[in-house]
């Protein structure tokens, strides 16, 4: 089965409500859509969410590379052929969440080509994940609304709370309010977003530390080399690597050199390859995962938790699944819901999604 056609198709959906964060914030998903078409007739498609102020990518610079370094080189290459095809992605560096969506629609067409769910293909483990949901920078009592309202709502019970603001007092006491508010029977985690450095970090641990955070992610820079290791050698409870460690190589390096001990995989900067890769290895090395979340739409989520569902490793903890939910539309047919604290995997074959033309003319930006 030959690559004929590769589209990238800009799109832009309005946020109901930004998300604040450290390292940056998002009012409106400025995704690209891929769609990769066969000789035989089957379209494999995914998301790119460019996220410049991590990793530089634009929706101009994911569409760019997609059809003028990509697609020369992958028309008429099997499908099949995943390990040429990275080859050929390989030779430009950076660009994940380009060369991440290309490699999930490959994934989609392996999967309906065979009459199989990719996450079967991929492990096949559980056909469900508990979902992790993510706060934003907000007040106290705005924080804790919305952790009340997702929890009523959808049955959640995991919750990612952004902080690395100035002054820390300012996440301190969104963090404190929660846990007074919502009880000991909510999982409450943070995610600095490298806004902090190592001092104000292990500052904020200690104050927080009666409070029973179950991971403590990305909170100063890892280029802070030795600010980075001290903090992670005292940290208390496991020390999450995200945008610091988004290669099998910069994994490697981050957990051998004591940066992290638990690494956030994200299907949408690895791919399904890539994120295989880095599951494996943190198996090998001992080091536990949680599926991460680049705020994705629903069809980037159905890839976090088609692959998240897939194995055993990857499926322990809850996965951030829920960032959708501040869309105001998205693109699929069957929109996803969340119940009792859980999103199911589409039935496949492949994805096992189909995205909605008319949705799509609206929102695309190149017409
Ligand atoms: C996260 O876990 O950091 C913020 C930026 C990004 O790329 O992903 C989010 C969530
Ligand atoms: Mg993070």
Not at 170 to 199: F, H, K, P, Q
Request: proline share 4%; net charge negative; aromatic share 6%.
């Amino acid at each position: 089965m030959k690559i004929i056609r590769v589209e990238a198709i800009p799109y832009a959906i309005p946020y109901t409500k930004p998300l604040r964060f450290a390292s940056g914030e998002v009012h409106t998903a400025e995704h690209v859509l891929i769609r990769v078409h066969t000789d035989e007739g089957l379209v494999g498609v995914a998301d790119a969410p460019p996220r410049p102020f991590t990793y530089g990518e634009t929706q101009a610079s994911v569409t760019g590379v997609i059809e003028r370094i990509f697609t020369p080189h992958l028309l008429g290459l099997d499908v099949f052929s995943r390990e040429r095809i990275h080859a050929v992605l390989h030779r430009t560096v950076g660009n994940p969440a380009a060369k991440s969506a290309l490699d999930m629609a490959l994934w989609d067409l392996a999967g309906q080509s065979c009459g199989r769910s990719v996450t079967e293909l991929l492990g096949g483990w559980a056909d469900r994940m508990r979902v992790s949901h993510m706060l934003g920078f907000d007040t106290p009592r705005r924080v804790v609304e919305e952790a009340e309202r997702i929890r009523a709502t959808y049955g959640i019970s995991v919750f990612k709370v952004k902080v690395g603001r100035r002054p820390v007092r300012a996440d301190l006491d969104v963090c404190r309010a929660l846990r007074e508010t919502l009880g000991d029977d909510v999982e409450l985690y943070v995610d600095g977003n490298r806004g902090w450095t190592a001092s104000e970090s292990a500052a904020a641990l200690r104050e927080l530390d009666d409070l029973g955070l179950t991971l403590a992610e990305e909170l100063c820079p890892a280029d802070d080399v030795l600010g980075r290791r001290r903090l992670v050698r005292d940290c208390r409870v496991p020390f999450v690597a995200d945008e610091s460690a988004t290669t099998s190589a910069e994994v490697t390096r981050s957990l051998l050199d004591g940066d992290a001990t638990t690494i956030s995989i994200k299907t949408a900067r690895t791919g399904f390859t890539g994120s295989q890769h880095v599951l494996h290895l943190c198996e090998g090395l001992g080091a536990a995962v949680v599926m991460g979340n680049q705020i994705d739409g629903q069809l980037g989520t159905v890839c976090t938790v088609t692959f998240g569902a897939a194995h055993a490793a990857s499926s322990q903890r809850a996965g951030e699944l829920s960032n959708f939910l501040d869309m105001s539309d998205d693109l699929l047919t069957e929109p996803l819901t969340i119940s009792d604290g859980t999103l199911a995997v589409p039935h496949g074959p492949g994805l096992g999604v189909v995205i909605d033309d008319d949705k799509l003319v609206r929102y695309r930006q190149d017409r």
